[in-house]
C-alpha cells in the first residue's frame, strides 16, 4: 500500500487521528519545562505522625474531592499544598483536640505516578522517585525507540500513542477490579482483599499484590473509621440513657417527698383545725409541697431530653450502617460501569494495534526522539518540550516522540 493510500485509510479508519495529528502540531510550539512543583493531589498517599496518639496516626490517601478524611477531625482540604502546607493545616485542626504543644509530621508515602508513553519499550505507568529525570523515566520504560527512516510517521507515531494507550488501560483495568474486590469484601464484611485473576494476568502478580495490598489498607481504615463512629454514637446513647435513669430516680424522690410533704400538710391543717398549729407552718409545708412537685417536673422534662438524646444516636448509628452501604453499593455500580468502558476502549485499542501494528521498524539510534510533557499547572493539562535531564514531578505524562533523521528539532 502506497503512504497516501495508507494514510487515506488510516484517517477514514480510526476516528482519534485526526486528533493525534493535531495535537502533534500543537505540540511543535510547546513552551519549555518549568521547575517541578511538588504539591498534593488525588492519587497521592500521605504518611500522618501525630505524637502520642496512634488513632490518628497511619498512611491516607488523598480523595477525589482533594481531602483527606482522618479519624475524629474528618475531612481537610490537601489538593495544591505541599506537605508543608498541609502539615500547618492538620497543626491547626489538631489544636482544639489535642493538649498543647501539638507535635504532627506529614510526609508523602507514595507520589502519585508518572505516565510514559510514546515510542519506548514498555509504555505504562511507573512510580516517581526523587529526582526522577526525563532519561530515568524513559529507562524505566525500557529505553526509547526510533523510527526507521522508511517508516511512515503519522503511523508509527499513531501505533506508539496507541501501545502506550493500552498499557496504562490495562493498568487501570487492574485497579478498579482490586477496587471491587475490596468493595465486595467490605459489603461482607471480610478483612481481606484477594487478587482478582484478572488483574493478575492485566500487570503481573508482583502488581496486582501491590495493589491488592494498598486496598486492604484502605479497607482496614473505613472499617476503623466506621467502627470509631458506630462505637461514638453507641457511648453517647448509654450516656444519654444513664443520665436518663438518673433524672427518673431524681423525679421519683421528688414523688416520694411530696407524698410526705402532703401527708404532713394534711396533718398541720387537721392540728390548726385543734388549735394545735400555727398558719406560718402551715405555710411552710405547703411551699415545701410545690417546690417538690416543681422538682418532679424538672426532673421528669430532663428525662425526656436524655431519652430523645439516647434515641437520637441509637438512630445515628442505624444511618452510619446504612450510609456505608449506599456508598458501597454506589461505589460499585460507578465502578463496574468504568470496568465496562475500560474494556471497551481496551477492545477498541487492540483491534487499532492488530490492524497497524505491524509495519513499523526501528531506526540507528543517531536520531534522538523528541520529549513532550504534559503537566497540571491550576488545574489545566498543558504541553511541555523537555530535554533529557529535565526533572518530571509527580502526575506528569511524558510522551516519547520519535523523529525521522531528517526530522530533527
Known amino acids: 500500500m502506497s503512504t497516501p493510500t495508507l494514510a487515506r485509510t488510516l484517517w477514514s479508519r480510526v476516528p482519534g487521528l485526526a486528533a493525534a495529528l493535531a495535537l502533534l502540531g500543537s505540540a511543535l510550539a510547546a513552551q519549555e519545562l518549568p521547575a517541578p512543583r511538588f504539591q498534593l493531589a488525588p492519587g497521592d498517599m500521605v504518611e500522618v505522625s501525630v505524637f502520642a496518639n496512634e488513632a490518628l496516626s497511619g498512611q491516607y490517601p488523598v480523595r477525589e474531592d482533594g481531602s483527606l478524611a482522618l479519624h475524629l477531625i474528618g475531612a481537610i482540604p490537601a489538593a495544591g499544598l505541599t506537605p508543608a502546607e498541609f502539615e500547618n493545616a492538620l497543626r491547626e485542626r489538631l489544636a482544639p483536640i489535642i493538649p498543647a504543644p501539638v507535635s504532627a509530621t506529614v510526609a508523602v508515602a507514595r507520589w502519585r505516578p508518572v505516565a510514559v508513553l510514546g515510542a519506548v519499550a514498555q509504555p505504562g505507568l511507573y512510580d516517581f522517585s526523587s529526582g526522577l529525570d526525563v532519561t530515568r523515566a524513559v529507562a524505566l520504560a525500557g529505553g526509547a525507540a526510533r523510527l526507521a527512516a522508511d517508516a511512515p510517521v503519522t503511523l ?238 509527580p502526575g506528569d505524562t511524558l510522551e516519547v516522540v520519535p523523529l525521522a533523521p531528517d526530522a530533527a528539532p
Do not use: C, W
Open 156 to 393: 508509527a507515531l499513531r501505533v506508539t500513542e496507541e501501545a502506550g494507550r493500552y498499557q496504562a488501560l490495562k493498568s487501570r483495568l487492574a485497579a478498579l477490579l482490586t477496587e471491587e474486590s475490596r468493595l465486595l469484601q467490605e459489603r461482607a464484611g471480610e478483612t481481606a482483599v484477594p487478587v482478582p485473576p484478572e488483574a493478575a494476568q492485566l500487570v503481573g502478580a508482583g502488581p496486582a499484590a501491590a495493589m491488592a495490598n494498598e486496598q486492604q489498607r484502605l479497607l482496614a481504615l473505613r472499617a476503623r473509621l466506621h467502627e470509631i463512629r458506630t462505637a461514638g454514637e453507641e457511648e453517647r446513647r448509654q450516656l444519654a440513657l444513664t443520665e436518663a435513669q438518673s433524672y427518673a430516680d431524681r423525679r421519683a424522690l421528688s414523688q416520694r417527698q411530696v407524698e410526705v410533704t402532703e401527708r404532713d400538710l394534711d396533718n398541720q391543717l387537721r392540728l390548726q383545725e385543734q388549735g394545735l398549729s400555727v398558719a406560718s407552718r402551715v405555710l411552710q409545708v405547703n411551699l415545701a409541697v410545690d417546690q417538690y412537685r416543681s422538682a418532679e417536673l424538672e426532673a421528669a422534662a430532663f428525662e425526656a431530653a436524655a431519652r430523645q438524646s439516647a434515641s437520637a444516636a441509637a438512630s445515628m448509628g442505624r444511618a452510619l450502617v446504612s450510609q456505608r452501604e449506599e456508598e458501597i453499593t454506589g461505589r460499585l455500580a460507578q465502578l463496574r460501569q468504568e470496568i465496562a468502558e475500560t474494556r471497551a476502549t481496551m477492545a477498541a485499542s487492540r483491534e487499532i494495534l492488530a490492524e497497524f501494528g505491524g509495519g513499523t521498524g526501528l531506526a540507528d539510534a543517531a536520531t534522538p526522539p523528541r520529549y513532550l510533557v504534559t503537566r497540571r499547572i491550576d488545574g489545566a493539562a498543558q504541553l511541555f518540550d523537555a530535554t533529557p535531564l529535565s526533572l518530571l514531578q
